[in-house]
């Protein structure tokens, strides 16, 4: 259906036809010397066939979309039709003459009609050709909307399920040592590995989580890795009460202390310790820090990779350019800062 | 029969305790809770089998495996699958991987026994499995009891000395039991290059190069030292600048 139509807007469009319909009266009146009622019952009925003559240019636009290549042919299909239409109209502006059987000549005045009317129907076709450009872009942009939200979707099910294995197997594993040596510390174990996996598939469904949740989440994935590394990992949190109830993308911090876990701690034969911080700035966001020791003699490559690469996407996708990452070795310390704009939840 | 179990875990080491507790046979000599340790001890302990994890601090199972030079026999204990086919290259008895159970631990055991006596995979071979990626990242050396670790991005350039290489990085010098076609074949050869039978230089550390005698030239390093370039291998520098 043409857009016009289907935007509704059609009255909107014949009442731009009536300047039209008054130069075409003006002209009547004027060579022809026809009264304004003479003239305008003339014009009225022309220019109503005529704008809709105009609206069916669209599927012939259509038909023929604008490429470069093309460029010749095009201008010929158009100006050719714009000649038969253009003649069309003339021929039928002479019909009404002659049905109203109305004085004086009109002759004298078809080359003016003519003339207006090619350049009335070509300056549709350019409008038309406006009007699919326009529609191309917002489909474009809404394409693009759609797969960002998709990838936004497919990277969060790609970080859940790259939590799972090797942490599952190692954890299960400490497990089934745990069984015979202390029952009580295996089953505490267990509970603590499905409460992290259950909020773990909870929390990726929501669009966005009071820190408090998310650093909950950080805190249970870290005592399963301690019954793992026992004292090797020291767990330090600074977070300021005024932060917790800031929004964040859900999982946002798992893969920082992920890899502080297993490119800081796992690398070290002396203890390490992992720090998670936050406090509010000036502008009411918050930074976020994810600290830990590291040996820096491990290939800085094997340190940060897909975790840092997704955690940057996922803020550029919520946030666009106003949350900014920085990561990189300090004096013996790894650390990671993440910096959100206010985003506070405001319906607690 | 010894076995030695090494493992960053504490868990995972007691879990083969108790495994192994089942067979009196069996004595422990050692655990050994990183790569530095492993080394040390199965030098001076010469254990029959090693229980051996793959990711650990300082230096990984292959690396730990490298430098005690072959000759004890090894099963990997890891949860990743993804280290099977090297396990494989360094001829692993097995594969365990976490978490195991009783039946899986007892057939690797039993395919141990079968196999202790059996001749081991030459060192340079060890090594050549133990590369990660593509490339080498680092190598890494023992000098009698210790360890060095060299990053390849601080090597300036390795000379062949019999069975040996001496590798130069920073001013210090290692020797390293391996042959310098074993050494050539784990370096990128975009950053590193065969300039002479008996040299591999990093080609960064290269400033000039003068002429010697007609078949050959001398390439100068940035600390001043000059190296031999053959023919052959002025060809493949020239090759790799693309002139």
Known sequence: MHPIVRSGKLWLYLVSWVPVVYALSLILVEQSRLSWLAGITVSGPLCLVYAFICLSSWYVCLGLPLRREQLPRLLISHLGSAVGVGGLWTALAKGLFVLFALGGSINAVLPSIFGMGIVLYLLAVSVHYVLIAVEASQEAQAREAEAR???????LRAIKAQINPHFLFNSLHSISALTSIDG????????????????????????????????????????????????????????????????????LLQPLVENAVLHGIANLIEPGFIRISARRNSDEGVTITVENSFDAEVPAKNRSGFGLASVRKRLQARYGGDATLGAGPGEGTYRVELRLPADEDANR | MTVMIVDDEELARSLLREMLADHPEIEILAECANGFEAVKAAAQRKPDLLFLDVQMPKLDGFEVLELIGGGIPVIFVTAYDTYAMRA????????????????????????????????????????????????????????????????????????????????????????????????????????????????????????????????????????????????????????????
């Open chain 1, 149 to 155: 939200l998709l990838a936004g979707e497919a990277e």
């Open chain 1, 184 to 251: 009580a510390k295996a089953r505490e174990m267990c509970v603590l590995l499905s409460g992290f996996l259950r909020s773990t598939l909870g929390l990726g469904e929501k669009p966005a989580i009071p820190l408090e949740e998310e650093l909950a989440l950080a805190r249970s994935y870290l005592a399963i890795e301690k019954v793992r590394f026992g004292a090797r990992l020291q767990v330090e949190e600074a977070v300021a009460p005024e932060c917790v109830r800031h929004l964040v993308p859900p999982l």
């Open chain 2, 88 to 243: 494989f290259e360094v001829h692993a008895i097995d594969y365990l991987l976490k978490p195991f159970g009783k039946d899986r631990f007892e057939a690797a055991l039993a395919r141990a026994r079968g196999r202790l006596g059996e001749a081991m995979p030459a060192p340079a071979e060890l090594a050549a499995a133990a590369r990660s990626s593509p490339y080498l990242e680092r190598i890494v050396v023992k000098d009698g009891a210790r360890v060095h670790i060299i990053p390849v991005s601080k090597l300036d350039y390795a000379e062949a000395q019999d069975d040996y290489v001496m590798l130069v990085s920073a001013g210090k010098t290692y020797l390293k039991q391996q042959t310098i076609s074993g050494l050539e074949a784990c370096l990128d050869p975009r950053q590193f290059i065969r300039i002479h039978r008996s040299y591999i230089v990093k080609l960064e550390r290269v400033v000039k190069m003068e002429p010697y005698t007609k078949d050959s030239r001398i390439a100068v390093l940035s600390d001043g030292k000059q190296l031999p370039v053959s023919r052959a291998g002025y060809q493949r520098l020239t090759a790799l600048l693309g002139e």
